[in-house]
């Protein structure tokens, strides 16, 4: 949240940015949710639903700025509009946000319950799993729909 608000304030707003903001986090979340099923603190199964919803994500979004290209573009420069010609930036859905918030909530109760929790708050862990997972198939179904639709998580930035 600190590095979007402090772009936006200080009138920092690119395609670029756009992509690789919402990459850094999935990235992040990945790797270290990763890391916690190694360690026996996640569940498996939610941390794949995650890690796939974000791939797909990625997926999506790199496809539906081919498609707006016309699948011609001469170097990755031009693809993430580093020169201001084709200015589509993507814009999350409220609920990915939401998801977002959840899951690195998730990641931190999850990170202190070995040392800091008790069976009480490790039954807290496992409420917010699941409300993870229902976020990220919320999420994922609501970027579908709009996708069905023909709208699009881009905004026409001049």
Known sequence: ?????????????SVVGSYLDPLADKVLIAFVALAMVDKGLLHPGLVSLVVLRDVALVGGAVYKRASILEWKWSSWYEFFNLDGARPQKVEPLLISKVNTVLQLALVAAALLQPDLGNAETQTYITYLSWLVAMTTVGSTAAYGAQHLRGGATWKNRL
């Open 1 to 13: 949240m600190l590095d979007g608000y402090m772009a936006r304030r200080m009138g920092i707003n």
